[in-house]
């Protein structure tokens, strides 16, 4: 007769601890549900809400139509597609080739320095917090064939150069002034993986007659092998949405140099308000992202098995 009660006992110590541990964090959990429900109403649920249009006609007055896979098929079959895909790759190849290794060569340059590190980071950073009115205007003089770049080129006995109205100049430049500006950030991010790098290593390789670029070579730079790789995912992710200097600049110009596939996105959600193309071209390029971040999210997961 007593088993019951006995049984009973347990599952009562059960519940009260389920609810000393509920009652434990529920304030966590409340200080985590703004941002949750943020998170959901601004990111899910417009994602969510750009597949289901990716598959529908929409229009605000007459209401939207279903149209299947329509969308999808008016993407394939249009040239500025695939111009806006080779811009894309191009701009993320020059971001590589040109803009990548800045702030590497920076960080290291300014670790190296023994006399005024703290103003040279300083100076190194101002070019990120100019508001991108300001650096557009700057920089479109900076270009300008009377333009103070130009004008050391008739200096030096160059030509001229058509950086913003020439086919093989316009992406180029975007991509020098883009670098100009945001490899501030990226150099502070570098700066701090250097300095962690004990000092005894570089003192024991001064020691052993190493000169600064085998130091570099042999220490620095294998010291922020995972720090280059994460990073260089997240500008592969960065640069695939690349749109706003190519759409203030250029609007795209000359003669869709500069087109990109976001900035594509764009014209046809705002130019041509064929929100349902719009919406298919944002899913493909979901999609891409989605992998490129899987792939980033593994090279992460093996670097921490390996540490």
Known sequence: M??????????????????????????????LLPAAIIFILFLWVPITK?????????????????????????????????IGVKNTLYYMFLCLIIGFWVPILFAIAISELRRFQGFVRVAAYLPNVIPAVVLYGLWRWFYDPVGPIN????????????????KSWSMISLVIMETWQQFGS?????????????????EAAEIDGAGIFRRIWHI????????VLLLFLLQLIATTQGFQSQLALLDGGPNKATLTYSLLIVKYAFTRLDYGVASALGVLMFLVLGGLALLQFKLNNKGAAKS
Do not use: C
Not at 186 to 202: C, N
């Open 186 to 202: 990226g150099m502070l991010i570098y700066l701090a993986a250097v300095l962690s790098i004990p000092r005894d290593w570089y």
């Open 220 to 227: 620095t730079l294998p010291s922020i092998r995972g720090l």
């Open 2 to 31: 007593n088993q019951p009660a006995a049984v009973s006992k347990p599952l009562d110590t059960q519940v009260q601890r389920k609810a000393g541990r509920w009652k434990k964090h529920v304030s966590g959990y409340l200080f």
């Open 50 to 82: 750009g597949i289901i249009y990716s598959f529908y006609t929409i229009d605000f007055v007459k209401g939207n139509e279903f149209v299947g896979l329509d969308n999808y098929k008016t993407i394939f079959n249009d040239p500025d597609v695939w």
């Open 151 to 166: 004008g050391v080129l008739t200096q030096a006995g160059s030509d001229q150069i058509a950086f913003l109205t020439n």
